[in-house]
């Protein structure tokens, strides 16, 4: 074997200085040459465990060796076999705790940088391919009819995969816009906003129709989907409901939850305010309140509207930290300040019901919770008060109750999610599926989509059977 | 898209868009709102029903001019379209048999109350209703209200038309009066809805209020509709907009209402002085 080389090959990335104050994508991607000397360092390990850590299995040696092969259009074909949605994965996929975590140069501190190999053969996809791609095939219609709810990853894989099986597919979304969280939540310099219609235009050529605008349970119940001809539904409605603390003066003007500041910002673009309608009120200094991928999207957003000082405030250690490493990292070298081990005790304002300031407490670490987690416990005196003018309440979110409200018999879980089997996605009512956050409650692309993946495997073969 | 198939204007800047919209129109009810939203820069804002026509497939808003959404909105023709008009939102307005019921409609407030007041009617209420305007011009639907109404009072508080005053001063005389009343309905703008839970307060008299914070997605996703009521934050696009006005912390929907001051404005001189150099 040829001697193991432990230089990751490092991926460009926008100047801090400058990518601060805009929303362009932070990361460059690789050049050709880069993308060849990463693949070449991989090991092509029989066992591949890097494939195991995936969760949806990607045949991660063999797509590196088309790359390394020159054969860019195999390593598209390899990718797409498990994954549909691969420039999304390989931007947004925490690696560090999946594919890159188990792969055998994991335990040298240098595995292969499979998510950035992934982003490049889907850019690559993208610019290349459109026009060689040979129509596949139409499928045979089946004359069965599917109703997904929500276009998040979730219900994006779910419409494709039915529809590749030649299923008749209606996509319902509530906003404006398809694409769920990867639209309204992940910010474009994280996301661009152009792969992500990309893909809602590829679910769309395969014949699903997209009803947007339709917020299921208000304008339309599930038995009345169902009554309408519908054969069977599926529900990727995600876990959207944002969640507060429940402390004094979290209603002051200047505190935003995370999904109101992510929204106005990403999808009603009040970044380009006033050429946009929607407004946002940018402070001077602005304290995010969380440890996860949202807090991070929130403070790198209003440090590029303008903040002067953009503070995390989190009430556990670095290590207990949610977010993506390499998004924490990006967030200190643009210039976030973190307050660890810091939890608010409520909120101050002024005369005009505007926030002026949070009184915290330091905190420190107990044992360790159900998370597996330390708990973070209160430093009985501790209190202080750092001065703000704007929040992020970065607090994780729920499943919204609107389809459980108007659907008694799908049942519910603590906190909302709806009940559904771990492997088929089935849940308790008569032809519903669900998968990803409205399932697990906040989670990842890559399970939203493994999830309905499943699912649409489920669905099929119920299908098949009536 | 959405079309607008009939526009009418009811008095000073206060316009009536009917547009198509069939799949909302079959499921509306008293009470509920639209979110609209005019095209690609537009932002997304609530209206009331104050119709539909479920054969027909449309749906009434009727809006007052306040700001750049509502003045863009007004400027456009039967026929255009809007790009997104999302609905039906909210919890629909608690319809039964109460007794007497006073509705009081202040301004534009006229066109989500009637559908109310009707359905409330066809319960088997006695209807009430209270209809006031800063002056004459701003009154409309005067004869619907009275179709569905068993007695209407008008005011202005100029005295242009109707009974000189506000609105509370007829509602405190019939509470003061000989009748029971056994619920009031209030809407119109907040100020309005406050003083009139505070003028049925000291009776005791059930007095619901349709709250109107600044809203996004209105469907419970953002929290931008944040208000509190008997001390418990709600989300007025799921939980509401329909609260018991005794329990609603004013002060708080009153400052959050103006989160935006300074950038509406800016927005809506921009847009008058995009829209003043194109005719
Ligand atoms: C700011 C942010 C950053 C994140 N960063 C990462 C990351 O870096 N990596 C990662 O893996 N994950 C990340 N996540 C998590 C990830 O985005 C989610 O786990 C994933 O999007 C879940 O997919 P989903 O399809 O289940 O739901 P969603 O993406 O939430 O989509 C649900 C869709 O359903 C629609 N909907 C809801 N209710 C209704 C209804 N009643 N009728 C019709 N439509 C409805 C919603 O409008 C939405 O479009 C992040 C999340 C956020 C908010
Ligand atoms: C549930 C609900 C139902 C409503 N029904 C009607 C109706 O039937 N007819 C009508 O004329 N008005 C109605 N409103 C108010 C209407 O939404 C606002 O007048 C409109 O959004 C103003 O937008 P603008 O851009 O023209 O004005 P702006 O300049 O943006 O604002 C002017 C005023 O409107 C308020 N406002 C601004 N944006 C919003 C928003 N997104 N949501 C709510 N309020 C906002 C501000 O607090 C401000 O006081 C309703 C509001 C709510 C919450
Ligand atoms: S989908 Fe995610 S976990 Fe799987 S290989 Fe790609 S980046 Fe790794
Ligand atoms: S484990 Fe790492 S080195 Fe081995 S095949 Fe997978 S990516 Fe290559
Ligand atoms: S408007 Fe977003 S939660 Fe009510």
């Known amino acids: 074997m040829a001697k193991v080389n432990l230089n990751r090959e490092p991926m460009a990335k926008q100047d801090p200085k400058i990518r601060g104050r805009n929303f362009n994508e932070v990361a460059l991607g690789y050049s050709a040459e880069q993308a060849k000397a990463e693949a070449s360092r991989c090991l092509q390990c029989p066992k591949h465990p890097c494939t195991d850590g995936c969760p ?32 999304i ?58 109703a997904v709810v929500g276009s998040g990853p979730a219900g994006l894989v779910a419409s494709a995969d039915l529809a590749k099986l030649g299923h008749s597919v209606t ?3 509530a906003l ?6 990867l639209m309204y939540g992940i910010p474009e310099f994280r996301l661009p906003k152009e792969i992500v219609q990309t893909e809602v235009a590829y679910v769309t050529s395969l014949g699903v129709k997209i009803e947007l605008d339709s917020v299921v349970g208000k304008v339309v119940t599930l038995d009345e989907l169902l009554k309408s001809g519908y054969h069977a539904i599926f529900l990727g409605t995600g876990a959207g409901a944002p969640m507060f603390m429940d402390i004094p003066g979290e209603n002051l003007n200047g505190i935003y939850s995370a999904n109101e500041f992510l929204t106005r910002v990403n999808l009603m673009k009040a970044y380009k305010f006033p050429e946009y309608d929607t407004p946002v009120v940018v402070g001077r200094r602005v304290a995010v309140i969380g440890g996860g991928n949202v807090a991070m999207d929130s403070a790198r957003c209003a440090l590029r509207l303008g903040a002067d000082e953009v503070y995390i405030i989190y009430r556990r250690s670095e290590a207990e930290m949610p977010a993506r490493r390499e998004e924490v990292e990006n967030a200190r070298e643009e210039g976030i300040q973190f307050k660890l081990l810091t939890n608010p005790k409520r909120y101050i304002g002024n005369e005009s019901g505007w926030v002026t300031g949070i009184e915290c407490y330091e905190m420190e670490l107990g044992e360790p919770d ?3 987690r330390r708990r973070p416990i209160v430093k009985q005196g501790s209190e202080f008060i750092l001065e703000v003018d704007m929040v992020v309440a970065a607090l994780g979110t729920r499943p919204n109750p609107l389809i459980a409200q108007t659907t008694p018999d799908l049942k519910t879980a603590r906190h909302g999610t709806v009940i559904a089997d771990e492997i088929t996605g089935k849940t308790m009512k008569d032809k519903v599926w669900a998968g990803g956050d409205i399932v697990t409650g906040a989670a990842t692309v890559i399970s939203a989509m493994g999830a309905a993946r499943r699912a649409a495997r489920d669905i099929d073969e119920y299908l098949k059977g009536i | 898209m959405f079309r607008i198939i009939y526009r009418e204007t009811l008095a000073a800047k206060i316009h009536l868009f009917k547009m198509e919209a069939p799949a909302i129109a079959k499921k509306a009810q008293a009470g509920q709102f639209v979110v609209v939203r005019i095209d690609d820069r537009g932002e997304r804002i609530p209206l009331t029903l104050a119709n539909w026509d479920g ?69 088997g209420n006695k209807i009430i209703s209270i209809l006031g305007a800063r002056s004459k011009n701003l009154l409309f639907w005067e004869d619907k209200l009275r179709s569905v109404s068993h007695r209407l009072i008008v005011t202005t508080d100029d005295g242009t038309y109707g009974r000189k005053g506000v609105v509370t001063e007829p509602l405190k005389e019939l509470l003061e009066g000989k009748e029971k009343i056994d619920r009031v309905i209030a809407i119109g703008p907040s100020i309005m809805m406050k003083f009139c839970a505070l003028t049925t307060r000291p009776f005791g008299v059930k007095t619901i209020v349709s709250l109107n914070p600044i809203m996004v997605d209105g ?34 929907l009153f400052a959050r209402q103006r989160t935006y001051l300074n950038e509406e404005k800016r927005s809506f001189e921009q847009w008058q002085a995009q829209v003043g150099k194109r005719c």
């Open chain 1, 176 to 181: 404006h816009v398809a694409g769920g969280v």
């Open chain 1, 56 to 87: 949806v299995e990607i045949n991660i040696p063999g797509f590196i060796k088309a790359i390394l092969d020159d054969n860019m259009p195999e390593a598209v074909r390899i990718l797409k076999d498990k994954n549909s949605l691969p420039g």
């Open chain 1, 89 to 146: 994965c390989g931007r947004v996929c925490p690696q560090e705790t999946q594919c890159e975590q188990a792969c055998s140069l994991a335990k040298k501190g240098a595995p292969i940088a499979i998510g950035r190999l992934e982003r490049y053969v889907a850019d690559w996809e993208r610019t290349n391919m459109g026009a060689l791609n040979p129509k596949a095939m139409p499928p045979k219609p089946t004359g069965k009819r599917v």
């Open chain 1, 370 to 372: 159900e998370s597996g």
């Open chain 1, 171 to 173: 996509l319902f979304e």
């Open chain 2, 219 to 252: 469907t419970g996703m953002c929290g931008c509709c944040r208000v509190s009521v008997g001390g418990v934050t709600k989300f007025a696009c799921v939980d509401g907009p329909d609260f018991d006005g005794h329990q609603v912390d004013w002060d708080l």
């Open chain 2, 55 to 123: 054969k027909e497939g449309s749906v009434t808003l009727v809006f007052m001019e306040v700001g750049a959404t509502t003045f863009r909105l007004a400027l456009l023709k039967a026929g255009d379209s809007v790009a997104d008009l999302v609905g039906p939102l909210g919890v629909p307005t608690h319809i039964e048999k109460f007794g007497t019921v006073v509705c009081v409609a202040g301004g534009v407030g006229a066109a989500p109350i009637a559908p109310i007041a009707r359905a409330l009617k066809e319960k």
